[in-house]
Each structure stands twice: as structure tokens, then as C-alpha cells.
């Protein structure tokens, strides 16, 4: 399991955690990611609503996002909550951990290569590289485009050796949206106007980061698909291409209406 450098997780972090015991008024759950500290979850916090059988809800080894609710060091005393995390914070935690792992063992094949282990890899340049992009696989993204992002918190032996093992296993980032666009033109020729609007709209927009597809949907209705290496840039390439072309379909007297996939 991934590492951190701070023994104690921040309030309102999300963390990983398993199961250990359950009990009538709550379950004790270890702390994955932060060695053998464990916290507890009321039973108040496992789930919404009245719980009848807190074990029809959690069970012994069973894997958990919570949400930290409250941390005590001088306790050893940490709150967690289940019914707080949303389903799109449980997925983001669960994906977010499977590319630090990844990321992990990227960091102890580039330590082999240097001859030393994982922990010395973590005292090393690990936690120093997490404090910087957030997450080890975050640094590796960066390393694998230059080991210049990275030399002001490794050395150059480590940088060298990481962008190495990250240029040729780490590929970039890509997200997806899709969205719907309805276009209709009464003109002789608007399946033509339509048409044209469409793959001009879609080579305005489309590089070597941003690639963009339309399909037909059933007249008069067609799927934009953006893929792109942030979301931020796939969802304004998809609203500029929608923009485009309902703006060329209205300047020859038809009509265009986009709206986001649900």
C-alpha cells in the first residue's frame, strides 16, 4: 500500500481503509495508508437512515473509503465516516490509489536500478516528490516528459533514472466527454451544410492533444466525443465545437441546439 510521510491523515481527507472489527455501535478500521494507526466509525456514520444490523452494512476485511472526520495524535484517536463519502469521491479514491500504486512501483523498480530499496527510495525522493505533485504518479507523469520538472527535489542520478523508467511505462492522462448536438437546415442542400459545418467545427478544434469525433444519433441528432489530456480541456473543446458548428448551420438558415450528455 502507497506511503505517506505524515503519520496522521488531514481532516476531510479520504482515506482507504479495512474493516477490523464490528461492534454493535460502530466498526474499529485500519488506516491503510498510514501504517498500523486505525480510527473508528460510529455507527451513526457507517450509513444513512436507521441501521438495524450494523453488519448487513460493513464486515470484517472489508475494504472502505471514509471521510476523516476528526484527528487526535495524542489519542492515537482518529473519526471516520462511510456515509459521507459520495459515489464519485468512492471511485475517485479507489482510481486515484490504483495509479499511486502503480506509481509505487515504478519508484522501487527505478530504486533497484540505483541499487537501493524501496523504503530508501521513499526517504529519498518518494515523499519528497508527493509534496510536491500531490502524488507519486503525478511526479512520474511530469518526470516522463522531462527530468528537468522534477531535479528541484531529486538529485540528477534520480532524476535520470526516473525519467527513464517513466518515458517508457508512464503514458499521459486522457478524459472523455460526450455530448449531444441536434442541427437542422431546410435548404436543398443542408445535409451538405450540416455536414460541412461538422468536420470543419471538428478540425478547428482537433491537435495532437484534443482529438474530437461526431457520430450520427438519428436525425436530426449527433454525439460529440472530446478526448483530451485534462477534463477541463475536453469539456471547453466540446463547447467550442458545439458553438462552431451550430454557428455556421444558423448562418445558412437552420437551427442547432447542443446540451451535455447526462
Known amino acids: 500500500m502507497v506511503r505517506r510521510q505524515s503519520e496522521w491523515p488531514a481532516v476531510d481527507e479520504l482515506v482507504m481503509c479495512t474493516i477490523k472489527k464490528v461492534f454493535p455501535q460502530g466498526a474499529f478500521a485500519k488506516l491503510d495508508e498510514y501504517g498500523n494507526n486505525e480510527g473508528m466509525v460510529h455507527i451513526s ?61 515504478l519508484l522501487e523498480i527505478a530504486a533497484s536500478k540505483l541499487g537501493k530499496n524501496l523504503d530508501q527510495a521513499y526517504e529519498e525522493v518518494g515523499f519528497a516528490l508527493q509534496n510536491k505533485f500531490g502524488d507519486l504518479y503525478s511526479a512520474l507523469e511530469s518526470a516522463a516528459k522531462s527530468k528537468e520538472s522534477i531535479i528541484d527535489v531529486v538529485n540528477e542520478r534520480w532524476a535520470k533514472v526516473l525519467n527513464e523508467v517513466a518515458a517508457s511505462t508512464v503514458q499521459p492522462p486522457s478524459y472523455k466527454v460526450t455530448g449531444y448536438i441536434r442541427l437542422s437546415c431546410p435548404r436543398p442542400n443542408g445535409v451538405d451544410v450540416i455536414k460541412s459545418a461538422m468536420i470543419n467545427a471538428r478540425d478547428s478544434v482537433r491537435d495532437e492533444n484534443v482529438n474530437v469525433e461526431f457520430h450520427y444519433a438519428g436525425s436530426p441528432q ?9 477534463y477541463k480541456v475536453a469539456e471547453s473543446s466540446m463547447q467550442r465545437v458545439a458553438e462552431m458548428a451550430i454557428e455556421a448551420v444558423v448562418k445558412a438558415g437552420g437551427e442547432g441546439k447542443f446540451h451535455k450528455a447526462g
Not at 436507521?50 to 448487513?56: E, L, M, S
Not at 495524535?73 to 490504483?98: A, C, F, G, M, Y
Open 222 to 230: 449527433y454525439r460529440i466525443e472530446v478526448v483530451a489530456q485534462s
Open 45 to 105: 456514520e457507517v450509513a444513512s437512515g436507521w441501521i438495524k444490523n450494523i453488519r448487513d452494512h460493513v464486515r470484517e476485511n472489508q475494504k472502505v473509503v471514509c471521510k476523516v472526520l476528526d484527528v487526535d495524535p495524542k489519542r492515537k484517536h482518529v473519526d471516520l465516516s462511510i456515509r459521507r463519502v459520495k459515489d464519485s469521491e468512492r471511485r475517485w479514491k479507489v482510481q486515484q490509489l490504483k495509479l499511486e500504486q502503480r506509481g509505487e512501483k
